[in-house]
């Protein structure tokens, strides 16, 4: 694999997750996600945490984004109802939860909650083992998938009650691209084998 410079990266296509979002809110949708959690492979994850503006302020993760073929959903974490499906989802053995910076991602998800986790793929660390050095979300994107993935709402506030229809998109693109991400590796042959707990 060879690497992406700036320009190159900026000549790209955008690309946006254009499929079905559930914004789980009910129990119905959390029964849905649940349901499709049990049947899928691969479920993209990734997590978004307020920003931090002043030195040696930090936060705790807010949202949680679960991409499956069929959505992504996305799990507020002021919702306390939404943590046993994520419990489910990390602790089930047979779908892999890919992603990138996940060991970060999961630590901090530990102070919000407790689980146990099985079978995560960290697409970086993957990445690294083949000799790139470019290990982001979007530089992953554009060198395996050929699109470029826009930045907008990194720093937006995802502690909101409400999220944006922009928070929506970036969000689940984000677990939807490292759903993407994961498959181009298994196609390429570029996996590592499964992990076990963390």
């Keep these: 694999m060879q690497g992406i410079s700036r320009d190159d990266l900026a000549s790209l296509p955008i690309r946006r997750y254009e499929g079905k979002v559930s914004l789980v809110a009910t129990a119905k949708e959390l029964e849905q996600a649940r349901a499709d959690f049990r049947q899928e492979r691969v479920v993209g994850f990734d997590t978004e945490t307020r920003p931090s503006f002043r030195k040696g302020e930090s936060h705790l993760p807010c949202l949680v984004q679960a991409a499956t073929a069929q959505a992504v959903y996305l799990f507020q974490l002021s ?46 660390v993957a990445a690294r083992r083949r000799g790139l050095g470019q290990t982001g979300v979007r530089n992953l994107a554009g060198i395996l998938l050929g699109f470029r993935i826009p930045k907008g709402n990194r720093t937006s506030n995802w502690a909101a009650p409400h999220l944006s229809p922009a928070q929506i998109t970036y969000a689940a693109t984000d677990a939807w691209a490292s759903r993407e991400l994961y498959l181009r590796f298994e196609s390429l042959g570029l996996l590592p084998a499964p992990a076990g707990p963390i």
């Design 79 to 124: 919702r306390l109802d939404v943590f046993p499906a994520l419990v489910e989802l990390l602790a089930k053995r047979d779908t892999v939860k890919a992603g990138v910076g996940l060991a970060h991602d999961l630590r901090q998800l530990k102070l919000v909650f407790p689980f146990t986790v099985n079978n995560i793929l960290d697409l970086g």
